[in-house]
């Protein structure tokens, strides 16, 4: 399954919950220079989005491509 994990930059907080959930978060997430966290190879996720229901501002949006 091959999905897009798109970060709002404006709306992360850099709160890192979305890391913390996920069960491959060393393989698919990073945080830029800023604090902010993105979804840097998204080939390890399994869509159960859990990081977008985690986020407490509404920031990840997941798209199944
Ligand atoms: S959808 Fe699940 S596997 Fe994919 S990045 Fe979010 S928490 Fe990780
Ligand atoms: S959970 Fe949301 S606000 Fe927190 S670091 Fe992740 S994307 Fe940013």
Known sequence: M????????DKCIGCGKCYDVCAKAPLI?????????????TKYCHNCKLC??????????IIVL
Request: glycine content about 6%.
């Open 2 to 9: 091959a999905v897009k994990i798109i970060v709002d930059k």
């Open 29 to 41: 997430w990073k945080v830029d220079e800023n604090g902010k966290y993105y979804a840097y190879d």
């Open 52 to 61: 977008a229901g985690r986020c407490p501002k509404d920031a990840i949006k």
